[in-house]
């Protein structure tokens, strides 16, 4: 697969998108989130929902924020931890989702995962969940969901893999996508699950009340190596 990108200004905390979200969730309020506007050529306009509209029922929102883990080290190769890039962006990442009530945070197993949420984990004295790999990618997937649902009206990180993002996302009733490109990890997916919205949409559908908005943290990705990517490998 090959994607395009545009270069953006590095920033640290995505724009209203967090706060929303956040405020959303913590008051209960009607849902009414507001997204950058996606350039020319987006090849991820397939993870946008639509518009949110008012939330079913009268409890909290559920906001869940996706990231793929940062960049990672070259060694060791079966299970590397963050570069130097990399940990630049988990403290980014730290910075960014500082503000939005994080109450929970849900990681892999692999190095690189729990290395990315632990600035974060730190700040807030969390200690992340981390859900097994064993089984398969679509086990893996369903269980993260699971542990998402126990999550009920909070505010959750989930932090994962180029081929386990855009699946959880599906899985939890939002808009089905395709791998992250292996060159992107500025990615930041916000997931607002209205009260009382089903448990995930059917036959890969969207569910009502699943509303999905693209932002971005970090360094900005290099559209140069996103453009050159035609693999998913290694995650």
């Known amino acids: 697969m090959h994607f395009e990108s545009r270069m953006r200004r590095p920033f640290l905390v995505p724009p209203v998108v967090l706060r929303a979200a956040a405020l959303l969730c913590l008051a209960g309020a009607p849902l009414a989130l507001s997204a950058q506007a996606a350039p020319a050529g987006d090849p991820h306009a397939a993870h946008r929902g639509p518009a949110p509209s008012a939330a079913a029922g009268s409890g909290r929102a559920t906001v869940v924020l996706l990231v793929r883990h940062a960049e990672k080290a070259a060694a060791p190769a079966d299970d590397p931890g963050l570069s130097a890039a990399g940990l630049e962006r988990a403290r980014a990442l730290a910075d960014a989702a500082g503000a939005a009530g994080v109450q929970a945070i849900i990681v892999t197993p692999r190095v690189r995962t729990r290395a990315t949420a632990q600035p974060l984990a730190d700040d807030l004295t969390l200690t992340p969940e981390t859900v097994s790999l064993d089984g398969g990618a679509a086990t ?68 009502e009340g699943a509303h999905l908005v693209r932002s971005h943290y970090g360094q900005p990705d290099n559209p140069a190596a996103v453009r050159a990517c035609a693999t998913m490998t290694p995650r």
Do not use: K
């Not at 081929?163 to 060159?183: E, K, M, Q, R, S």
């Not at 209205?194 to 448990?199: M, R, T």
């Open 140 to 207: 893996h997937v369903a269980a993260v969901a699971a542990a998402v649902r126990r999550h009920v009206g909070e505010v959750v990180l989930v932090v994962g893999h180029s081929n386990t993002i855009p699946a959880i996302v599906a899985a939890l009733g939002g808009p089905a996508g395709p791998d992250i490109c292996d060159a992107e990890y500025s990615n930041l997916f916000v997931l607002v699950l209205d009260p009382g919205a089903p448990a995930g949409a059917a036959a890969g559908g969207r569910a």
